[in-house]
């Protein structure tokens, strides 16, 4: 039997190429919708939001031209 490592709780996709982008572009949606809606509450819970956003948004930036 081999070893087999991994982190508990993390999630790796099977996706690829438009489906990847795809993905990325609906995270992106999402957590932006999360800041705008949490700013009135929490604003350092929106300002969390919002620069995974930014993340996800330099990612897509690099993937499609």
């Given at each position: ?10 999630i790796?996709?099977?996706v ?9 572009e609906y ?32 990612i ?6």
């Amino acid at each position: 039997m081999e070893n087999k490592y991994c982190r508990v709780g993390t999630i790796t996709p099977n996706v690829n190429g438009r489906q990847a982008v795809s993905l990325l572009e609906y995270q992106y949606q999402n957590l932006m919708d999360k800041a705008n809606q949490l700013k009135e509450l929490n604003d350092q819970l929106g300002d969390f939001f919002e620069a995974k956003a930014m993340q996800i948004k330099k990612i897509l930036e690099t993937l499609v031209p």
